[in-house]
């Protein structure tokens, strides 16, 4: 995770250039937004990496002399199904609709994308998957 985190921060470095270089060359206000704007994700994306590089375990990815098969095994839990991403895509699909149509959509989408993240952040908390 080091070596990704360094990345993504050397080429927000780079963007960052060419952002002031492009804002002050073409005086386009639309480019150099959007340009600023991808500084700032992948400043927060290259920041989060090398944040978290500093928590857990070296990576097979992050030793020079590793093979691949150093990498083998458990790498975290992944949920194995989830209906609640599917029902948010519903939701943000109705909201996006209700800019083209009317924002009448929106009272429709609102409790579809609440009630999906709400499921989806409570999902391992009833059932059988309740904790005790």
């Known amino acids: ?3 990704q985190g360094r990345m993504f921060i050397w080429l927000a470095v780079f963007i960052l250039a ?8 073409s005086k386009e206000p639309v480019g150099t937004t959007a340009l600023f704007l991808s500084f700032g994700l992948s400043m ?3 920041y989060y990496l090398a944040f978290t590089a500093r928590r857990v375990d070296a990576g097979a990815q992050d030793n020079k002399d590793a093979d691949v098969a150093d990498d083998a095994g458990e790498l975290g839990f992944f949920s194995p199904h989830s ?4 029902f948010l895509a519903v939701g943000a699909s109705f909201a996006f609709l209700g800019v083209v149509f009317g924002w009448w959509l ?4 609102a409790p579809i994308i609440m009630i999906s993240i709400f499921g989806w952040v409570f999902e391992y ?4 998957n309740r904790t005790q």
Not at 19 to 24: D, E, H, K, M
Not at 83 to 86: C, F, K
Not at 125 to 128: K, S
Request: glycine share 12%; net charge positive; hydrophobic share 55%.
């Open 18 to 25: 060419m952002a002031i270089v492009y804002g002050v060359w």
């Open 83 to 86: 209906w609640q991403p599917l």
């Open 125 to 128: 908390y009833r059932g059988e």
């Open 44 to 46: 927060m994306i290259g």
């Open 1 to 3: 995770m080091k070596i």
């Open 106 to 109: 929106m009272y429709f989408s």
